[in-house]
């Protein structure tokens, strides 16, 4: 799918989706809880699909009762046997989390998935499996699990991904004995692992934090059924955040100021917001350079550096290696994507560079690739707004994973998108 972006003035409000991290968070305790619960305010997109379908292979009830609420009986990990296949599509928090849920099965579990999703690194799982004699055999087409998961003290590196830690974080409570977790220093996206344990203290499993890279899990935990709501989601607010500041002031609603997740970190690099109750208005204000750093936010980076091509100076994107581990190289793509604009772009294996200014304009439409990246292409719509001439985003339809209706949440205030 193609799309034309025009540059144009936004002004309104906007709902911003719910949180994607919670939302998944919400369905996989719900999903183990003893009875049924009510998972409402939540944001369809072809990640909570894939998370949902996982779940009901692994024996879950999911009802949707409407097009945000989900009712939710839970299953017994420890029934389930036979072949199960689940279906992760590009979703790296639905395979992550769900691969140690399949270590607690009698069954043969094989996981699938899209895109560069199975070329993601999995060696933490397929080390500590080896350990324990799971077998785990990735290749580019699935992913085959089996065996079951023990209680022990287990070692996780920290700079990887969280998504590891939260995936132990969920079973190892239901294991007949009490675990423990260290996570190798640097510790990075703590912000995520404190949203799961935030989600599981709601459906009642504590996970007590002895220092700060270490926990114990106590086992024989038991999940119970909660109604729970979730709350909107930092990483698609940071679109609109720029937005406003670069182009006109805008209001974005469904969020909430006491939120834990680490994207939040956007309002700290925004020169100029307001709160009120569930909203927040940016307005255009020119931002100056910064320093800034993703070990713990790292969905921000494609529209980071958005912001940072439109400042005068140099900012400077630091720790932000994962990116390079994303949909897409998230690094290359923006670097690739923004010199067509004329951006003044270096970056290394694990910072970006660049060297903004206020103005971007060119004699003919720009053509830009999506990387089938949601958020590349998200960023890149922002940049066309805000520049002075029209570009066309090839690979649009990459939106659907997280955020089906960007394009029309864009109309809706005013932005010029158009699709071809």
């Known amino acids: 799918m193609k799309v034309k972006v025009t540059p144009s003035k936004v002004h309104g409000n906007v709902k911003i989706p719910a949180s994607k991290s919670m939302a998944h968070r919400a369905l ?38 409407d097009e945000t609420t989900y009712e939710v009986t839970g299953t017994n990990l420890f029934k389930q046997e036979g072949n199960i296949t689940c279906n992760a599509n590009e979703s790296g ?9 399949a270590a607690c099965t009698n069954a043969k579990v094989k996981f699938l998935g899209q895109g560069r999703l199975l070329q993601r690194p999995m060696d933490v799982y397929a080390n500590e499996f080896k350990k324990q004699n799971i077998e785990f055999n990735q290749s580019d087409k699935e992913i085959i699990v089996s ?54 203290a709601k459906f009642g499993i504590e996970i007590i934090e002895t220092s700060s890279n270490s926990y114990l899990i106590k086992g024989n935990q038991h999940y119970k059924a909660q109604d729970v709501s979730v709350e909107g989601d930092f990483s698609q607010l940071a679109f609109f ?27 700290d690099c925004i020169p100029s917001f307001t709160s009120n109750k569930d909203t927040i208005t940016f307005t255009k204000k020119q931002p100056a350079p910064q320093t800034i750093d993703l070990s713990n936010c790292p969905d921000l980076g494609p529209i980071l550096c958005v912001l940072a091509s439109f400042t005068n100076g140099e900012t400077n994107i630091v720790n ?10 998230r ?7 923004l010199k067509k604009w004329g951006v003044d772009i270096t970056s290394t294996f694990d910072s970006i560079q660049i060297h903004g200014k206020e103005h971007y304009q060119s004699n003919k439409a720009i053509e830009i690739f ?11 719509t922002v940049f066309g707004l805000c520049a002075e001439s029209e570009c066309i985003i ?27």
Not at 241 to 267: E, H, R
């Open 93 to 101: 928090s639905t395979l992550r989390f769900l691969i140690p849920l």
């Open 241 to 267: 955040a720029v937005l406003g500041t670069l182009n006109n002031a805008l209001s974005c609603s469904n969020m909430d100021m006491s939120s834990i997740q680490g994207d939040k970190a956007i309002l």
């Open 370 to 380: 999506g990387h089938n990246d949601h958020r590349i292409v998200m960023a890149m």
């Open 331 to 337: 690094i290359l793509a923006m670097e690739t994507e």
């Open 147 to 200: 065996g079951n998961l023990q209680a022990k003290d287990y070692v996780v590196q920290g700079d990887i991904s969280s998504q590891f830690i939260t995936g132990f974080m969920f079973v190892l409570p239901l294991l007949n004995q009490d675990s423990t977790l260290t996570i190798t220093k640097p510790y990075e996206s703590k912000s995520y692992v404190n949203l799961t344990i935030q989600m599981l």
């Open 28 to 65: 996989i305790c719900a999903s183990l809880s003893d009875g049924t619960s009510i998972v409402s305010n939540v944001t369809n997109s072809k990640d909570i699909e894939a998370t949902v379908g996982c779940m009901k292979a692994l024996g879950a009830n999911i009802k949707q009762i």
């Open 320 to 329: 932000a290696a994962r990116l390079r581990m994303k949909e897409s190289d």
């Open 394 to 420: 090839d690979d649009a339809q990459a939106i659907t994973k997280s955020y089906p209706t960007f394009f029309e949440d864009i109309q809706s205030l005013g932005g010029k998108v158009e699709i071809l």
